[in-house]
Structures are given as structure tokens and as C-alpha cells.
């Protein structure tokens, strides 16, 4: 199954949170709606890594609706502003609603939180920014923390993962903890708008060990999430990225 459509990511306004590929996730979802003549537009309602490789174009603007409609090469790039060497300023949540009421792109795809490249994680108190105009959030997870400690090496913000899960720093993570995080309205969850859809993924099954570890996650996801019908697993850096798509 192509990505776009495992993640009900070929349309609307699709935002990605978590960690463990949320930029690649990003970018590989626009690369394929280009190559379906589908207008892609990356952009963050939080910091983002210099990505210009990766589209036809950054545009740095107080006014993407305008800019979006100059636009003659997709996929394309939208922010607020140039920080520093490395990275970018995304938009307030409302400057994204804006964008969206217009026509001037098929998917607007949003980085909403940030990882610091990590492999898990559990949102801040700020975060995730959200815009209301959301209809797909995809919260991420590496299924190779499994089996790390539980601590900052690998997760960001361990100490809200724990508070989440009851389970001490330090502790190897499990399964059933990754699940616990991505089902929590505190966790993978949290702040998502009425009305959207959540297809969580689980990146980096590179191996057979890998893929039991993300049966079990979707599974336990499953049962505490009612409102999760459908996991990604991937490989986000393959050419075929899809490994499964588990549904309830």
C-alpha cells in the first residue's frame, strides 16, 4: 500500500508528532504527492530543521496563502521564519487554518512538536501545536526502543513517558509501554482536534524481531485506544517504506 494511503495522508491537513521519523515521514509524504501531481506543502507549527533539499522550494513568508498561490513547482516549503543556519520558524496553529480554508494545496503537511532525535517520546506541556483544521495526526514512534532503557539517551522527556506508563527511569521499555504512550490522551493523543483521524506509525521494523515487537504495540493500541482503527508499520527508508497495515 502506497504511504499516503495507509496514513489517510493524501489530502487535508495532516499533522505528525512524536518521534523516531517525523521529518522523514514529512518529507517522503510530499515526495509521493508530487509524484501523483497532488500540491504538497511542508510546514511546522514549531521549529524545523533546514529541509530545502527536500522540496522544489522554501519560501519564508508572513503570508503562505500568497506565496502558495505564486507557486509553480511542488512540493513546497512554507515558514515564518530563518532562526539560525540549521533550522526554521514555523506558523502559529491559526496561520495553518488559514492556509487550509484556501485552495492552494491538495495536502498541507505539519510538523507539530518537536524530538530533539530521539527514538520515543511523550509531548510537553506546550505541546503538541495542533491546528483545528487537522485531519489526519500520525503519531510516531521508533519500535527500536524497545528493549532501551528508559531515559534520556533515547527518549525524550523520559520522565513524562514514565509518568505515563508507572514504569521507574531507567526501566527497559516494553511493548506494552510504547502502546501506553501512543493510546494516552497525555501521550499520543493529546490535544488531537474533533473530527480527525489518528493512524499511529511505527517506523524502523527493519528485522523479524522488530515487526512481533510492533504487532504487539498495535495490538495493545488496539485495546486501549478505541479510537485508533488502523497502525502503520514502515521503514521510512525504503523505497517501499509499508511493511503492514494492521486494522481492528
Known sequence: MDICEALRAESGVVAVVGAGGKKTTL????????ESDRRAVVTATVRIPIFDRHVE???????????LERAEAWPVGVVSERENEDRYVGYDPEMIDDLA???????????ADGARTREFKAPGEH??????????VVPIASVQVVGKPLAAEHVHRPERVAAITGRELGE???PV???????????GLKGVPDGATV??????VDDATHRRDAEEI??????????????VLARLIDDDPVIQVLER
Open 127 to 136: 505541546e503538541p501545536q495542533l491546528p483545528q483544521c487537522t485531519t489526519t
Open 177 to 187: 509501554d510504547v502502546a501506553d504512550v501512543l493510546a494516552s490522551e497525555r501521550g
Open 57 to 67: 522550494d522554501v519560501i519564508v513568508t508572513d503570508e503562505p496563502v500568497a506565496a
Open 101 to 111: 480554508a484556501v485552495d492552494v494545496a491538495d495536502v498541507v503537511l505539519v510538523k
Open 172 to 174: 527497559t521499555i516494553r
Open 27 to 34: 518529507y517522503t509524504l510530499a515526495a509521493r504527492a508530487s
Open 199 to 204: 493512524v499511529p506509525l511505527l517506523n524502523k
Open 218 to 231: 498495535a495490538t495493545t493500541l488496539f485495546e486501549r485506544a478505541p479510537a485508533v482503527s488502523r497502525v
